[in-house]
């Protein structure tokens, strides 16, 4: 499978292998402002190595331009890294890690097990995303633990502030709330 990336995604530059958790954040966070000054959603993911620090997955809500609701942020960087590592698990490949401007919704809690993947980092919280009208569905609470009893880590509240202004942004330019 092949999803088609934006083509101003590689005028954001990935921060450099082995940054810190903080760089990796902020530029899931600038691929979310990116998609929004280009009518895309204000969401964004990355997945990176554990151990290299490179870059082998991105991914920005596509749902609205390409008129598929399955392709949130989480599941658009999961496919793209899963292709480039060649495996349909990424813990075929290594360790990873997949990074997300806001939690994931009902749809990516329940993707992200399956993709291989062994730390989640968020930004956003759920109450954030559903202040500016976005539905999250049915999650678990705490949603977390679901995926920590299958051995995933999970970090909330990575420049938490910085996502939330993406978030509000959107909202103020008008954007449309798919499944509000």
Same mark, same amino acid.
């Given at each position: ?11 954001? =530059? ?19 402002? !990116? ?17 290299? #620090?490179? &870059? ?11 008129? &598929? ?5 989480? =599941? /658009? ?21 997949? !990074?997300?401007?806001?939690?994931? &919704? ?10 291989? =993947?062994?730390?989640?980092? &968020?930004?956003?919280? $759920? ?9 999250? #569905? ?18 909330? $509240? ?11 942004? !959107?909202?103020? /330019?008008?954007?449309?709330? !798919?499944?509000?």
């Amino acid at each position: 499978m092949h999803i088609e990336l934006p083509s101003w995604i590689d005028d954001v =530059v990935p921060p450099p292998s082995g940054a810190l958790r903080e760089q990796r954040m902020r530029f899931v966070i600038e691929l979310a402002q !990116y998609s929004v000054r280009h009518g895309g959603g204000p969401f964004a993911a990355a997945i990176f190595n554990i151990e290299s #620090g490179e &870059c082998v997955g991105r991914g920005v809500n596509l749902v609205h331009i390409l008129q &598929c609701s399955m392709l949130h942020a989480e =599941v /658009v960087a999961i496919v793209e890294a899963e292709r480039v590592v060649g495996a349909y698990s990424l813990s075929q490949r290594g360790r990873f890690e997949l !990074y997300s401007s806001a939690e994931p &919704c009902a749809m990516c809690l329940g993707a992200i097990p399956w993709s291989g =993947v062994q730390r989640l980092v &968020c930004a956003a919280r $759920d109450e954030d995303i559903r202040a500016i009208g976005f539905d999250e #569905g049915m999650k678990p609470q705490p949603w977390s633990e679901a995926l920590t009893s299958r051995g995933i880590d999970v970090v909330v $509240d990575v420049l938490r502030a910085e996502a939330v202004e993406v978030l509000v942004s !959107y909202k103020a /330019v008008g954007g449309i709330m !798919y499944n509000g």
